[in-house]
Structure formats: C-alpha cells, structure tokens
C-alpha cells in the first residue's frame, strides 16, 4: 500500500462523477387512462455529470483554483396533457478560476464562474428554458 502525503498533487485533485437512469412513469395517469403507463412529465431520462477541481497549494499560482465540468441530461416528456411529446437532451460546460486568500485575519475565496459555457439552448423543466450562458462572481468570507 503505497503512502500519500499531503505535498503529493493528487491531494489538491478533486474528481466527482454522477450518473442518473429514473424510468418515472404514471401508474394511473390523472386525468387520462389512456396514458396510464405513460412517462412521468419533466423527468429526465438519463442525467450524467463529471467534474473536476485542482488546487495549487505551493508555486506561483498558490491560492488559486481551477474547474470545470459537464453535465448531460437526457430526453424527457414535456407536455402535461401529452407526456410523449419530449424535450431533447442537453449538454452544458461550467468552467470557474477562484483564490482562496487571508483579509484582515479572515479567509477569503472570490470565484469567477462562467455557465453554460458553449450556450446550448434547452429546457430547464417542462415549463421553463434554462439559462444562457452567464458569468458569475463571488466573494466569500468566512467567520
């Protein structure tokens, strides 16, 4: 078993992965038996995401961060009256910097986050489109 100490950069390595598979359906449709079996509005079918993080701990750029990430979110029923009308599936990609520093005894984080970098246009839920792509910033202290 090999040992890891905390100037190793895998430590300032950080990996998160997460896969989604809900086949939700209607076991008695509300209003309509004919769709009695029919796929549950506004759920995707399949949702993937991967993202990743790295810290510099030492060097040149110490404080500084970097991630990214992309999530997937398939097909899923639209309408409430028609369940088998579908919304297509989308792909979006986070990418963020941030700088974790000391001011005035405190720490410190600002982050600036870009969403949706590639814009893709899609439905958020059944009743709504998702954002465009948007820059956010962020200035945090803790106490």
């Known amino acids: 078993i090999a040992s890891h100490s905390a100037n190793d950069p895998a430590w300032d390595l950080q990996v998160m992965l997460a896969f989604s598979r809900c086949d939700a359906i209607y076991e008695q449709?509300?209003?309509n038996p004919a769709l009695d079996r029919a796929p549950l509005v506004a759920t995707p079918d399949r949702t993937f995401?991967?993202?990743?993080?790295y810290f510099f701990?030492?060097?040149?750029?110490?404080?500084?961060a970097v991630a990214g990430?992309?999530?997937?979110?398939?097909?899923?029923?639209?309408?409430a009256n028609n369940p088998l009308v579908r919304t297509p599936?989308?792909?979006t990609i986070d990418l963020t910097l941030g700088y974790r520093f000391e001011l005035f005894g405190r720490k410190c984080s600002?982050?600036?986050s870009v969403k949706n970098l590639v814009n893709e246009r899609y439905y958020?839920?059944?009743s709504s489109w998702g954002?465009?792509?948007h820059v956010i910033f962020s200035l945090g202290a803790r106490f």
């Open 69 to 79: 990430g992309i999530s997937h979110v398939g097909s899923a029923s639209h309408v």
């Open 131 to 133: 954002f465009p792509r």
């Open 49 to 53: 995401s991967l993202w990743g993080k």
């Open 57 to 64: 701990r030492s060097g040149g750029l110490e404080g500084f």
């Open 29 to 31: 449709y509300p209003s």
């Open 124 to 126: 958020a839920s059944a």
């Open 110 to 112: 600002a982050d600036l």
């Open 89 to 91: 599936a989308y792909t």
